[in-house]
């Protein structure tokens, strides 16, 4: 059986005796086409059958309309299980346990929304990207979907019994955006034991985005599902936009058919794009994690900061500054940089550096903001593959900006 590096660049392919596959390109094609053509009506009504979920009378043609999936789909499905390390069954010509999405976004609200119904109870963990908690508090609250957060000091340590309402959906994200705020696995895991022995075992999400798909695998840790932003370290070049969805073949199927509805499906361009990018996502993440653990390791001896979070592993660092909790040194340090780039985002090639405040997390209630460490002196940096020395030259000038004007 094929490892995973090589699972990630030998792409799943066509095959027909004699023929070799695409033409014989080496890389498959951008297949731009919107539909597909049947070689008869039984073909065509046995690809939808088998999308539905009927028994087929026919051979079914291998794709219908681009929506509902297309070669490109497929390949790039075929990748995603390959990184969770799952082993990859079949619905039709798709894999069982993936599915792309046109944005994280797109990922994230599609998956909740197939698994909820009226009178839901969603607990999520905190704090959590500022989308998703607007998504929580601004859409599903309305549609009487009771979204309670989890926090880490309640219950206590000492007590720790699963809080209440039992949830339907325990949504994670750990390390979490943009604080690095670490939740244990035992601990989620015992709760989700305990609730269960209470009658209602929840399915759990990990939004796994912020360390990325190299250094931690929460469906090996008890969730059911990985969510991602694939436009981060994925894609890991800032030019797409993509989300992505692996885990429970169950699940996965209800989601599939809301994707279907909802029309969000990954397109052939973005599933081509992030598939070439997914070839070397463990090289870039190994070089971004050496560069981010030797920043860490400077900047945390640095007197111009306060504190710092780096989980170990991975290329995002929370630095709080010096000099009170307010955003002028901040954003003093953010205009001084000239190699980071100053951009929200993250998991990218290049290094970036945002004010999570006054963009990613401002839409966030204030006393939650202060209340998670999402303070006004908190820069949070996305560390890129630009040699070491030079961000390092550019963050400490930066530093010396931010302070020297007083
Ligand atoms: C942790 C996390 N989850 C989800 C998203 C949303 O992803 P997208 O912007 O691809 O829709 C982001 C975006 O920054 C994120 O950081």
Known sequence: MKRKAT???????????GVLPHFGAAKTPLYASSTYIFESAEAGAATFALQQGR??????????????????????????????????????????EALAFESGMAAITTSVLALIKPGSVLAYTTPI????IQFFKDFLEPWGIHCYPLRQGQPTESHDSAPNPIPDILYVETPANPTNEQWSWDRLRTWVDQWASNGKRPVVMADNTYLGPCWQHPLEEGADLVLYSATKSMSGHSDLVCGAC?????????????????????????????????????????????????LAQRLGQHPGIQSLAYPGSGAMLSI??????EHRIAWRFLNSLQCVQQA???????SLACHPASTTHSAMDPKERKEFRITDNLIRL?????????????????????????
């Open 344 to 350: 929200v985002s993250l998991g990218s090639n290049e």
């Open 7 to 17: 699972k990630l660049i030998h792409p799943v392919q066509p095959k027909e005796p």
């Open 55 to 96: 028994a087929l009378e026919h051979e079914p043609a291998p794709f219908n309309y681009a929506r509902l999936g297309h070669p490109n789909l497929v390949q790039v499905e075929g990748q995603l299980v390959a990184l969770e390390g799952r082993e990859r069954g079949q619905i039709g010509g798709m894999p069982d």
């Open 129 to 132: 990207y500022g989308g998703t």
């Open 320 to 325: 709080w500054l010096n000099g009170g909790e």
């Open 246 to 294: 692996v885990g429970d073949a169950s699940l996965v199927r209800r989601i599939r058919s809301l994707r279907n509805k909802l029309g969000n499906t990954a397109s052939p361009f973005t599933a081509w794009l992030l598939s070439r990018s997914l070839e070397t996502v463990q090289l870039r993440m190994q070089a971004a994690q050496s560069n981010a653990s030797i």
């Open 382 to 406: 996305s560390v890129g593959l630009e040699d070491v020395e030079d961000l390092w030259e550019d963050l400490q000038q930066a530093l010396e900006q931010a302070f020297a004007a007083g």
